[in-house]
């Protein structure tokens, strides 16, 4: 796969000067971290002694905490509740400079918060607080009006849909439509439950599993990764499909085009979480650098690379991008080690 040196340093210096906007299923995530010394004489469970307690941002969130880092500017436009978890979620947000002000709160819904227990490194259990019904008309026109105040600031849209109720089917062809009447590129982290409704969008990102269960075909050959590529691309009207592959890459379909499938460069694999959050987050920030879109695919890879050889979130920035980038190129090529 060609890519320069050159053309690398060139991307990378470009990225982290737009203002990217993340529409979204806006999450908490809160790990309690404690020591088991017996069992409960209530019920045959552990007794766990909390230590110490940690919040992380999640889906959404994490998207723009990931933007941040690549030096763009993120605009969080999501809906939470009124309640102790939003307090948190504001000031996490404030700590790492992610606005908050497109954060709309409905006092009839919960914020999402994922509550993971854990004794050493084992999780003990989670558990969940949130509601996933779609928002009701009066909140779902509030987002809707923020997203048109702030449209003509922004270069590029990220959807980030876990089905927790803000993207409904009405919000995104709203959406959607302002956008290409804007020219502005719209990336979709998808739900598989709303697949058909992601259509006419610049890139959607599932992998392999969300594709092949959306498509109705399990990817298992490459036969079949073409089948669901090629097929989703023409049902969906969409510009590109970026599909991940956990340890085997990705593979990028774009209208008109052969595939192009990039392997993975990871050596050692601590912790895939949020490697989603990072490639979608990513690839739009190469885009809006002046990427074409294997080349923002080739640096999506390389960030979702160094997300996962590492414990944690969002560390992803242009430097290290190309930092990982060249150790990968040999003779202007990207080759696997
Ligand atoms: N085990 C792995 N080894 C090397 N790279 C990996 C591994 N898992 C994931 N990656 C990298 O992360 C990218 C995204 O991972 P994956 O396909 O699992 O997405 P995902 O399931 O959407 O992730 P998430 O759990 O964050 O939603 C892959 O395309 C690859 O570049
Ligand atoms: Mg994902």
Known sequence: ???????????????????????????????????????????????????????????????????????????????????EASVKLSQLLKSKIIRSDCLINDENRQTTLKTRVMAGNQQIVRYDRENRHELNAETELKVLTKFQAVVDEISAVIISDYGKGVISLSLLEKVIKLCR???????????????????????????????????????????????????????????????????????????????????????????????????????????????DLIEAAIIANAGAGITVGEVGTASVTPELLKKELNLNIKDGNLVKN
Request: charged share 25%; proline share 6%; hydrophobic share 40%.
């Open 1 to 83: 796969m060609p890519i320069k040196p050159d053309r690398i340093a060139e991307l990378t210096k470009k990225m982290g000067n737009a203002k990217i906007l993340i529409l979204g299923d806006i999450m908490l995530d809160e790990y309690l971290f404690g020591q088991v010394n017996r069992i409960s004489p209530e019920a045959p469970v552990p007794v766990v002694e909390v230590i110490s307690d940690k919040f992380l941002l999640g889906g959404a969130a994490n998207v723009a905490a990931n933007i941040r880092k690549l030096g763009d500017d993120p605009l969080l436009l999501g809906v939470v509740g009124l309640d």
């Open 181 to 291: 009447e804007k020219n502005i590129f719209v990336a979709v982290d998808p739900k598989e439950t709303h697949f058909y409704n992601y259509k006419n969008v610049s890139v959607i990102t599932p992998n392999h599993h969300e594709a092949g269960f959306a498509y109705g075909q399990r990817i298992t050959t490459e036969k079949e990764l073409l089948e669901v590529g090629n097929g989703m691309l023409e049902k969906l009207q969409a510009k590109s499909i970026l599909i991940t592959r956990g340890p085997d890459g990705m593979s990028l379909f774009q209208e008109n085009k052969e595939p192009t499938h990039i392997p993975t460069f990871a050596k050692k694999v601590y912790d895939v979480t949020g490697a989603g959050d990072t490639v979608i987050a990513t690839f739009v920030s190469s885009v809006c650098a002046g990427a």
